[in-house]
């Protein structure tokens, strides 16, 4: 039988982390960014999908997230989260401005209808990373309606929290707070699932 | 500062704010490390919420081509650290005030005034050369910011002359920021690199990157923000 050719790449064997990679993005290295976009793509592209929604604008936006990335790897603070929290917050931050910049009000009540018959499970053609997703899915769940509602309109959707406010007919500080809840419920969720 | 800014972080994190609320919201966690720690934190489970899905194959090249003729910012070396008043900086400073107004013809050089009550006749440059003149600097992507704050004047002064030039059709905005409120100061634009206002009561000064002419509210995140009452 024969033998595994010995002079192959230590780390080929070990996928490098988006942390590693970034960090050599940060001097140049254009494989570890090849690497990077392998690792980090699926998430990017999901998040501009579900907000953004047509596929050809959201490809724009991943294409943007990712020069960003590439732009500002140098910037990047590591004492601050980890390499792909990073570059996920930039893809939302993204998507949200190609939505608020590119909708017309029209659009807008169109999407509110589209998001009646929405659940939290992604489209047919999601990679879904089986037990990551449903670890997320379950820890949805355990948000109150009121706090699931207001993160995902605001989450998906692009709605500011006073968007939210008034399409759910809340006070703003409720809505606000909810958020805030919401998010540090599934945190704390999240964290817990993955320590076990 | 409203008192229920705290509570902000949630919709901040969801981007489910409007960007002068987003402007005031990153001014305040600058000066507030239990507010950073929370909003990272909470970073880490938004992210989660989108499901992931395979990205058109072509969209690989694209993205490696794109970034193959772009080229990458500088690492940020220094952050906003309020200079040291040297003797040498200072009658640097006045030598450079002195050419510029001898330039510009004097009061030519205040860059557009927003405000029609403001008196005119103090430039930017006589702010910075001000013998009460405190001064704060700002590396950017390629270039600086510089701020003067004198009380005896009651003038703050901003100096873009140092400052990247804007991508094409843009063109630098100041604005003062209260209570999720931002009223533009000046359009830094053209020949006018510097601006020059009354200390305000209250507020953040920021700068955002608007298309020329400037816009009413700030629609990009600010590439600086200050608040006078640190300088």
């Not at chain 1, 192959?8 to 982390?17: E, F, G, I, M, Y």
């Not at chain 1, 309606?145 to 008034?166: C, H, K, M, N, R």
């Not at chain 2, 094409?168 to 020949?191: I, K």
């Amino acid at each position: 039988m024969a033998a595994e050719p010995r002079l192959r790449l230590v780390t080929h064997d070990q996928p490098a982390s988006a942390d590693e990679l970034l960090e050599r993005v940060s001097r140049g290295d254009l494989t570890a960014y090849d690497s990077l976009y392998g690792l980090l793509s699926p998430a990017v592209y999901g998040v501009a999908r579900r907000v953004v929604r047509d596929p050809a604008r959201a490809e724009e936006v991943a294409q943007e997230v990712f020069l960003d990335v590439w732009r500002q790897a140098t910037r990047f603070d590591r004492s601050r989260g980890t390499a792909r929290t990073w570059v996920l917050t930039m893809a939302h931050r993204r998507a949200v401005d190609a939505v608020r910049s590119s909708e017309s009000s029209r659009a807008r009540e169109t999407r509110v209808g589209l998001m009646e018959t929405e659940t939290v499970d992604g489209p047919e053609s999601a990679v879904i990373e089986a037990d990551e997703r449903r670890s997320v899915q379950r820890c949805l769940q355990a948000l109150t309606p009121i706090q699931l509602e207001s993160v995902q309109l605001a989450y998906f959707q692009g709605y500011t929290y006073a968007e939210v406010a008034s399409l759910l007919d809340r006070p703003l500080p409720t809505i606000k707070t909810r958020m805030r809840d919401g998010l540090i419920r599934l945190r704390d969720c999240l964290e817990a699932g993955n320590e076990s | 500062m409203s008192p229920d800014i705290h509570t902000l972080s949630g919709a901040y994190v969801l981007d489910a704010i409007e960007p002068a609320e987003r402007v005031a919201f990153q001014a305040h966690l600058a000066e507030c490390e239990s507010c950073r720690e929370e909003v990272d934190a909470l970073r880490t489970a938004a992210v989660e919420i989108a499901p992931p899905m395979t990205p058109p194959a072509a969209l690989r090249a694209k993205v490696l081509a794109a970034a193959e003729r772009t080229a990458q910012l500088p690492p940020v070396v220094t952050r906003l650290e309020p200079e040291l008043p040297q003797r040498r900086r200072f009658s640097r400073l006045l030598v450079a005030a002195a050419a510029v107004v001898a330039f510009a013809g004097g009061g030519a050089f205040v860059a557009d005034q927003l405000r029609d009550d403001a008196p005119t006749t103090i430039t930017a440059a006589q702010v910075f050369a001000s013998a009460d003149a405190r001064v704060v600097s700002k590396a950017l992507d390629g270039g600086q910011v510089r701020v003067a704050v004198s009380r005896q004047l009651d003038r703050i002064a901003v100096d873009g002359a140092d400052m990247p030039a804007p991508p094409p059709d843009h063109a630098y905005q100041l604005w003062l920021v209260e209570d999720g409120q931002a009223t533009s100061l000046s359009v830094m634009e053209g020949d006018a690199t510097s601006a020059v206002d009354e200390i305000p009561d209250a507020g953040i000064l920021a700068v955002t990157v608007e298309p020329s002419g400037g816009s009413d509210q700030p629609t990009t995140e600010p590439i600086f923000s200050l608040d006078p009452a640190d300088v």
